[in-house]
């Protein structure tokens, strides 16, 4: 799936960090914060320079995953 949907979090990065630090046995593993937070800042590449940070997302058709697969709906609409 392909996002289609870019929505400005810019207001809540600083607690979305926060959060991520709740997953402290992961932290140990990998910089999954910092991974995160550098996607959220590349994903902002096309939006208004007011936009630091932005979060992905895919919509669907509602009418297309009510009548058949959701993921027929996703091949479709992502």
Do not use: W
């Not at 809540?12 to 932290?27: G, H, N």
């Not at 910089?31 to 550098?38: E, G, L, S």
């Not at 936009?51 to 297309?64: Q, S, T």
């Amino acid at each position: 799936m392909s996002p289609n949907v870019l929505l400005d979090i810019s207001a809540q990065a600083e607690l979305k960090q926060r959060a991520m630090q709740c997953f402290a046995s992961q932290l140990k593993v990998q910089a999954y914060d910092a991974h995160i937070a550098a996607l959220n800042r590349f994903r902002t590449y096309t939006l208004a320079a007011s936009v630091h940070m932005a979060e992905a997302y895919c919509v669907l058709d509602g009418k297309r995953s009510q009548t058949g697969d959701i993921a027929d709906a996703a091949r479709a609409d992502c």
